[in-house]
C-alpha cells in the first residue's frame, strides 16, 4: 500500500517534471486554470475502465485514482470525534501501526452543547489537521442526524434536535476541516434517526417534517459549509435506500441544493447497480462484496458500481452521462485535496490539540442543577464548584470515572495517544489538598475491545450489587462530598452504532446507587457520562447534577475544571430530557422501531414536525426533566427588556431584537441567549415556538452587554407541502428572548407585512 501511494507521489512530480520541460502543464495539472477546465480536461483523458474504477471501493477505506495520469487515490477515515486506527487493506481489524494513535476531541453532542461556533471552527481545524497528518482526504463526519428518540444509539455522535442549532454548529466545523484540504463528508443524509433496522426502515414522514427538521442542516452544510462529500444513509425513504435515492440526492441535494461534491455510500449501504448508477451515487464503499454475501473478502471488482457497471455500459443498458457526472464529482474532490499543492501539511497529538480538545469539553459540559445546601454556621450555598478549603475527604463513585470511553460505540472508536479518566483528572486537580477515595459503586461492562483496540483495563468485579453498594455507603458516610460519575457507555444497547437503547433509564441499577448515595450523605453530586437523555428518578434528592458527554482525551481534566471551578460552566443542552420516554413525540404518538427485520419495514414519524421542544412546549400538562437550552453557571444573569428596532417588518426586511444582558453574580461567566420565534396566528399548525438564534455571551461580573439578532423572512417560514416551497405568512410573530426553552425572559410582538 505504502509503495503504491510513493509511487503515485513519484508519478506526480516526474509529470511535472516532463510538462515544465515541454514548457506545457496539462490543463488539469495546472492549478492557475479554472477548476472546472481542469476536471474537465483530466476527464478527456481517461478511459472507461479508469472512470468507473474511480466510482468504487479498491480497499476498506480508498478508492483509486488514475496512476497513468499521477490522479492519486482517496483515502477516507472516520471520524467524527479523532481520526480512526489504520485497518487491514480488506479487513476491520487493525493494521498494526505504531504511529496511528490520535487525540480524541469531544464528542459532537459536547460540541453542540457549547453553543458556540467558535468552538466548532477549532474542532474542525484540529480534527482536519489531524487527518491531514495521517494523509486523508475526506473525513467520515461531522453527523447532523437529527434527535428524534433518547433511544437512538448514535446520537452522541450528532448535534442534537434543533436543525437550527445543529445548521449552525456544523457550518465553521467543515469549514475548519477543509481549510486543511482535507474534505468533510456530512453524514448520514438522510433520516437515519435510530439504529436498529437500520438498512430495513422505510421512514415514511410529510415533506413538512422533512424539509423543516431533518433536512437544514445537510442544506446549510452544503450551502454555506461548501461541504465536498455528503454520506448516504442506510435507510430508505420512499421507499428507495437513501444512498441511491431520487428524491434526496438528485432532486434535493444536487438539483435544489446545487451540490457539487461526492455522494458516498455509507459502508455497504450501496444495494444495486441500476439505481446507484441513475439515483445519485457516486462512490461505493463498504459493499458485501457481490452486495449479497457479507464477509467475503477482497470483491471489490464485484462491487455493484464496479464490474457489473462496466457491463452495463458494455451492454448498451445505460449510457455514459452518468458515469461522466459521478468522475467530474471525484476529480473535483481530488483537486480540492489531494492536488491541491497549497494545502497545509497538518500535525497529529500536539499541545494545540489536546489544549482544543479541552477547552472544547469544558465548554460543553453542562451544569443541570446545583442547589444552595444548608451549612452549619454559615450561609446555604451551592455544593460546586467544590471548595477545596472546606472539603477534604472526596469520595468518587462509578465505572465511568475509571472506564475508558473512547473505546467502542461503532466507526467512531479510536485509538488515542492518551486519554485521562476522570478520577485521574480529579485526582491530579485536587492535588494534597484532599483526600479522593473511589468505590466502584456497580459493575456496568467490563470489556474493552473494539476491531482489535484493546483499553488494557482490568475491570472485572465480582462482587454482588448489594455489596457493592454497601462499600459504597459506607465510605461515602466518611466524606465531605460525594461525586457519582456513572451514565451510559460504549458497549451494545447504550451509546453505541447498530443498536439502540431499550429504554430511557440508566442501567445496571444505578438508580439503586445514587439513591443509596444521597441517603448517607447528602452533599451528593451526580455526574452523567452519556450522548443521550437519561431518566433521573432521584431528582429530588440530588442538589448538584452534571451532564458530562464522551469528551475524549481529556475527560478528567476537563471534567475537574468544571467540578473545582476554575471553568465556569456554560455548556447549555442541545436536546430535551424528557421527564419520561412518553413524553417524546416519537414514543407518544410516533412510531419506533418495530421488531428487528430483514424485511423493509416503515417507520411513520407521526408526530411530525413536532420534535424535542417543539413537541414538550405542545404538550400543556408535561414538564421536562431538563429543556432544550438548559445550563446553569456559578453565576447568575439578568437579561433586560427586549426590543425592536421597530413594531413591523416588510418581507424583504430585516428586524433587529436587541436585549441587555448582566452578569448579577461575582463570577465571570458566560450565558448563551437564545432567540426563539412565535407565529402567532397561521394558516398551517406550526410549534409553539422555534429557535432561530443564539448568542454566547462572556462578561465579567457587573458588566452588561446588548446581545443583537437580525430577524429576516427566513426566521418566519414554514414549510408549505402543497406548494413546495418554504412561506412566511404575513401577520403576528413574537420574538422571544430565553435562557432555554422553558426559561423565557422577555417577548417582543412584531407584525410582518
Ligand atoms: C457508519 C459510518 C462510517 C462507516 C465507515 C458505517 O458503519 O455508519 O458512519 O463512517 O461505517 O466506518
Not at 476536471?39 to 477505506?61: C, G, I, N, P, Y
Not at 452544510?221 to 428524491?247: D, F, P, R, S, T
Not at 465579567?700 to 418554504?726: C, M
Request: proline residues 4%; contains cysteine.
Amino acid at each position: 500500500m505504502m509503495k503504491k501511494r510513493i509511487f503515485a507521489i513519484c508519478s506526480l512530480a516526474g509529470l511535472f517534471a516532463l510538462a515544465a520541460q515541454a514548457q506545457q502543464l496539462p490543463v488539469y495539472l495546472d492549478d492557475s486554470k479554472p477548476l472546472e477546465q481542469r476536471v474537465e480536461d483530466a476527464l478527456s483523458r481517461m478511459t472507461l475502465e479508469e472512470k468507473v474504477a474511480m466510482t468504487h471501493a479498491q480497499s476498506k477505506f480508498s478508492s483509486p485514482g488514475v496512476e497513468r495520469l499521477g490522479i492519486p487515490d482517496v483515502w477516507m477515515t472516520d471520524g467524527p470525534h479523532g481520526i480512526r486506527p489504520e485497518v487491514l487493506w480488506d479487513e476491520w481489524e487493525q493494521a498494526g501501526w505504531s504511529n496511528d494513535s490520535c487525540v480524541a476531541f469531544p464528542a459532537l453532542t459536547c460540541l453542540a452543547a457549547t453553543w458556540n461556533p467558535e468552538m466548532s471552527l477549532l474542532y474542525g481545524r484540529s480534527i482536519g489537521e489531524e487527518a491531514r497528518f495521517r494523509k486523508k482526504t475526506v473525513l467520515l463526519g461531522p453527523g447532523v442526524n437529527i434527535y428524534r428518540t433518547p433511544l437512538n444509539g448514535r446520537n452522541f455522535e450528532y448535534m442534537g434536535e434543533d436543525p437550527y442549532l445543529a445548521g449552525r454548529m456544523v457550518v465553521p466545523y467543515i469549514q475548519g476541516v477543509q481549510q486543511q484540504g482535507v474534505a468533510a463528508c456530512v453524514k448520514h443524509y438522510a433520516l437515519n434517526n435510530h439504529e436498529v433496522n437500520r438498512h430495513t426502515t422505510n421512514v415514511v414522514l410529510s415533506d413538512r417534517a422533512l424539509h423543516e427538521i431533518y433536512l437544514p442542516a445537510f442544506k446549510v452544510a452544503v450551502q454555506e459549509g461548501k461541504a465536498w462529500a455528503i454520506m448516504g444513509a442506510y435507510n430508505l425513504y420512499k421507499n428507495q435506500h437513501a444512498c441511491h435515492n431520487q428524491y434526496l440526492l438528485n432532486d434535493i441535494l444536487k438539483k435544489q441544493w446545487g451540490f457539487d461534491g461526492v455522494v458516498v455510500s455509507d459502508w455497504g449501504g450501496c444495494h444495486d447497480t441500476e439505481q446507484a448508477i441513475r439515483y445519485g451515487l457516486d462512490m461505493e464503499y463498504g459493499s458485501w462484496t457481490n452486495g449479497l454475501t457479507m464477509g467475503a473478502s477482497n470483491a471489490y471488482d464485484s462491487y455493484f458500481l464496479a464490474i457489473p457497471y462496466l457491463k452495463m455500459i458494455r451492454e448498451g443498458k445505460v449510457g455514459t452521462q452518468e458515469l461522466d457526472d459521478k468522475v467530474r464529482r471525484i476529480l473535483r474532490l481530488i483537486f480540492r485535496t489531494e492536488m491541491n499543492r497549497q494545502r497545509p501539511w497538518g500535525s497529529m497529538n500536539t499541545p494545540e490539540h489536546y489544549a482544543a480538545a479541552r477547552r472544547i469539553a469544558t465548554e460543553g459540559i453542562v451544569l443541570l442543577k446545583n442547589e444552595a445546601l444548608k451549612r452549619k454556621g454559615a450561609k446555604p450555598a451551592a455544593l460546586l464548584p467544590i471548595d477545596l478549603e472546606e472539603v477534604k475527604r472526596i469520595l468518587v463513585v462509578g465505572e465511568n470515572a475509571v472506564k475508558m470511553l473512547t473505546v467502542g460505540g461503532g466507526s467512531s472508536s479510536l485509538k488515542v495517544q492518551r486519554e485521562i479518566s476522570p478520577l485521574d483528572g480529579i485526582r491530579a486537580r485536587v492535588g494534597n489538598k484532599a483526600e479522593v477515595k473511589w468505590a466502584r459503586g456497580y459493575v456496568g461492562d467490563a470489556s474493552g475491545e473494539y476491531n482489535g483496540v484493546v483499553t488494557g483495563q482490568n475491570l472485572k468485579d465480582n462482587r454482588s450489587a448489594d455489596e457493592l453498594i454497601a462499600e459504597a455507603v459506607a465510605m461515602a458516610r466518611e466524606a465531605d462530598c460525594v461525586i457519582f460519575i456513572g451514565g451510559l457507555n460504549k458497549s451494545g444497547g447504550q451509546d453505541c452504532e447498530d443498536t439502540d437503547r431499550a429504554s430511557l433509564d440508566l442501567p445496571y441499577g444505578q438508580d439503586r446507587v445514587i439513591a443509596a448515595l444521597a441517603e448517607a450523605n447528602s452533599r451528593l453530586v451526580v455526574v452523567n457520562i452519556s450522548g443521550n437523555a437519561v431518566a433521573m428518578p432521584w431528582v429530588e434528592k440530588v442538589p448538584a447534577i452534571v451532564q458530562d458527554w464522551y469528551v475524549g482525551s481529556e475527560a478528567g481534566p476537563a471534567l475537574a475544571a468544571v467540578l473545582m471551578g476554575d471553568v465556569n460552566p456554560s455548556g447549555h443542552l442541545p436536546f430535551t430530557f424528557p421527564a419520561r420516554l412518553e413524553d417524546c413525540g416519537a414514543h407518544a404518538v410516533g412510531e419506533f422501531v418495530k421488531e428487528r427485520s430483514r424485511e423493509v419495514v416503515d417507520v411513520e414519524y407521526k408526530e411530525d414536525i413536532f420534535v424535542g421542544y417543539r413537541w414538550a412546549d405542545k404538550q400543556k400538562k408535561q414538564k421536562p426533566l431538563f429543556a432544550f437550552g438548559h445550563g446553569l453557571s456559578y453565576t447568575t444573569f439578568q437579561f433586560g427588556k427586549a426590543q425592536a428596532d421597530r413594531t413591523t417588518m416588510g418581507s424583504d426586511e430585516v428586524l433587529t431584537v436587541t436585549v441587555p444582558v448582566t452578569n448579577t453574580g461575582a463570577l465571570r461567566g458566560a450565558e448563551v441567549v437564545q432567540l426563539y420565534i412565535r407565529d402567532v396566528e397561521s394558516s398551517l399548525p406550526r410549534p409553539v415556538k422555534e429557535l432561530k438564534g443564539f448568542c454566547k455571551v462572556e462578561l465579567n461580573p457587573g458588566e452588561t452587554k446588548e446581545v443583537s439578532f437580525r430577524i429576516d423572512r427566513s426566521a418566519l417560514s414554514f414549510y408549505d407541502d402543497s406548494r413546495s416551497e418554504w412561506v412566511a405568512e404575513p401577520g403576528r410573530f413574537e420574538a422571544i428572548i430565553a435562557a432555554s426553552a422553558t426559561d423565557i425572559r422577555s417577548k417582543v410582538p412584531f407584525e410582518l407585512k
